[in-house]
């Protein structure tokens, strides 16, 4: 039950995205590199001028699935006073740094849509405002939020492994109850190549499609996909070897009932049961796989984040007094991982299903 409520807050997390996020622009990729390494609860004043170019307002779907790029111009502050049209800052620049003062313009047309995503009083006219942020997680190398990307870094965790155990259910499934129902040369050839691809590593596997196919989020689909199935069909293999010699199929057979409508009306949703256990566990290891990936740079590339990737861009600092980098976001997978298998033991146990596939 905790697995299952874990995994539908992360779910909800995920699909919220943009709206939930302390940094709503594209990817989190709003870097403020006076700021960057900052601890969890860190606040700053920040001065925000309105950017010269013009910036469209999303809806709000639009804003969910893809974000809000930023109207302003953000600059951290120490200190600030207005007068006759400009504003006279104190510009953080380092924590044992002195302040720099500097003056700034500020012009007076309000922009399209600032009356909607302005939240503090305006200065001079709306050229500008001033804002008090604090970063409950604190920020990474680049001065991003670290909170906000770690949210946006569940949705490709997620996408992940819900697309890997689509692929790899669907090549399983059929390949294993083709191979188990009709035997014979095309059960020896297709459980031979079973067998070469149990062999590797899949880790190695995943590197080996992910160079054939490129780099990219896409690309770790399929490559994550293409190494699960032969787990899946091994499995659904022997379950059709138990199955296709009982009397109901033998019946099914009499009646004339052609191979494709036996294997799916008859004997699949029989063995319902254990391919949904293999497909939540699946789904723990395709996340597994991604942050893997993305550690070593086969993942989804960068601005985007995943949580794999942020172990990357931080695990030197473990050492140092700023581990909660790295920490941060391997915690979310091991969280996220073991929920999924705590789902997978509930399923067994609600399915009774004992260890059958390493026997085939």
């Given at each position: ?78 200190g600030y006073r207005y007068s006759k049209g400009w504003i006279y800052v104190n510009e953080y620049i380092g924590a044992e740094d002195k302040p720099e ?48 990307r770690l949210i946006l870094g569940t949705r490709v965790s997620l996408a992940v492994g819900l697309m890997s ?196």
């Open positions: 039950m905790a697995g299952l409520a874990v995994i539908i807050f992360t779910l909800i997390v995920a699909i919220l995205g943009y709206l939930i996020m302390p940094d709503p622009t594209p990817l989190a990729n709003n870097m403020t590199i006076q700021l960057s390494i900052k601890k969890p609860g860190s606040e700053f004043m920040i001065l925000r001028l309105r950017k010269a170019e013009p910036v469209d307002t999303v809806n709000i779907f639009t804003k969910m699935l893809f974000g809000q790029p930023s109207f302003y111009r953000e600059i951290p502050i120490t003062p500097k003056a700034y313009k500020l012009p007076s047309a309000p922009l399209k849509g600032e009356l909607k995503y302005s939240k503090t009083p305006p200065l001079g006219g709306w050229g500008a405002n001033v804002i008090h942020r604090t970063y409950l997680l604190g920020t990474d190398i680049y001065g991003r939020d670290l909170l906000s155990v689509i692929i790899s259910m669907l090549l399983g499934v059929t390949i294993g109850a083709v191979a188990g129902y009709f035997g014979g040369w095309i059960d020896a050839v297709l459980s031979w190549l079973m067998n070469i691809l149990w062999a590797l590593p899949a880790l190695l596997l995943v590197i080996a499609i992910s160079f054939a196919l490129g780099k990219g989020l896409w690309q770790i689909f399929i490559a994550v996909g293409l190494s699960m199935w032969v787990e899946v069909a091994r499995l659904v293999r022997g379950q059709v070897l138990s199955l296709k010699q009982v009397e109901y199929i033998e019946a099914a057979r009499s009646l004339g009932f052609n191979n494709t409508r036996i294997i799916s009306r008859h004997i699949l949703p029989n063995i319902i049961g254990p391919i949904l256990v293999l497909a939540s566990s699946n789904f723990a290891s395709a996340i597994l796989l991604e942050a893997g990936l993305s550690f070593l740079g086969f993942g989804a590339q960068p601005p985007m984040p995943t949580w794999g990737s942020m172990i990357k861009e931080h695990y030197g600092y473990i050492v140092m007094d700023s581990a909660y980098l790295a920490v941060i976001p391997g915690l979310a997978i091991m969280f996220l991982v073991y929920a999924f298998n705590l789902v997978t033991v509930g399923l067994r146990d609600a399915f009774d299903i004992k260890s059958q596939s390493t026997r085939f």
